[in-house]
């Protein structure tokens, strides 16, 4: 995972957030709450017009996912009780990292970034 600064044409903040790599070409771009739809209008736009000739898909997921903030000094306790099939210890999953796992059966890809200082 990686922090971003998105700047439009003019140089001015578009948006922010953090881009994780999913796999080998597949990667994942998380805006500001109310930015999605921007965020996908202005990727197409680059894609169609600027690179025309990459083999890029862009596929909005903002409707297929839920987000849920966990933070403090006991956000890995809580989450210790919740969530399957993840170590959760700093060494194994590091600042900037996200890994695949379950909550109460159901899959999850937990982040572990900091929006909020």
Known sequence: CRYGLVLADDGTLLDDGVVSRLGPGHFQ???TTGGAA???AWLER???TEWPGLRVWITPVTERWAVLAVQGPKARQ?????VADVDLA???FPHMAWRDGRVGGVPVRLFRVSFTG
């Open 38 to 40: 921007r965020m996908y």
């Open 29 to 31: 771009l998380s805006t």
């Open 90 to 92: 700093a060494k194994a």
């Open 78 to 82: 809580l989450l210790r009780r919740a």
């Open 46 to 48: 680059w894609a169609q």
